[in-house]
């Protein structure tokens, strides 16, 4: 078992993440890293009828100066919000298990966070508990470069260009999905798609 996993904080993060954090005692979201516009810090991948699209949500400008996730708000001028659970249920509500999880994530469409970190670090509290993954999840406490006590860093994958170039024909492995392409199995998705396809037996496909 990985001891700790160092992970950006993403919003809905990709199916593959759980593969590391189902086998860590601790998580660590980077609280004090800076945030990056166009990446999985504030977008999550998911696929309808018309193929994959991203969930993005809007933050408010900073003015061009570099700043700690922690210190980034989310904007409400739109309502992002019900637009994503609208999306969501629409791609999802005829998967197998969308019944099964709805009650405990549509909350999380409602409830109005000031900070992004806030609003994902809540998302991770309750993808963790629907995987059955065990690991402790807690911020850090400054930012470091670089870690060298053992730890397994994924923060690089919070870039999409990376995190799509990681994955395999195998990563994870293929499951049933409501809307395959014509060309198979489509990876790089959020967990929220293995969850309402696979339901208890998600962490089987990692």
Known sequence: MTETVITSACYFP??????????????????HEYFVKQTLRNRAYVCGANGKFSLIVPVKHTGGKLTAMKDIQISYDSQWQKIHWRSITSAYRNS????????????????KEKFLFDLNEKILHTLLKLTGCKGMVAGTEKFVH????????????????????????????????VFPSTDGFISGLSVLDLLFNMGRDSMTAL
């Not at 990709?14 to 609280?31: S, V």
């Not at 009650?103 to 469409?109: C, I, K, M, V």
């Open 146 to 177: 670089e870690y060298s006590g053992g730890e397994t860093d994924i923060r690089k994958l919070s870039d999409p260009k990376i995190f799509f170039e990681s994955l395999t024909d195998t990563t994870p492995r293929p499951y049933p999905q």
């Open 96 to 111: 197998p298990f969308f019944e099964y999880y709805e009650d405990e994530l549509a909350p999380l469409f409602s409830v």
């Open 14 to 31: 990709p199916a593959i993440f759980f593969n590391h954090f189902y086998q860590a005692e601790e998580i660590l979201p980077d609280a």
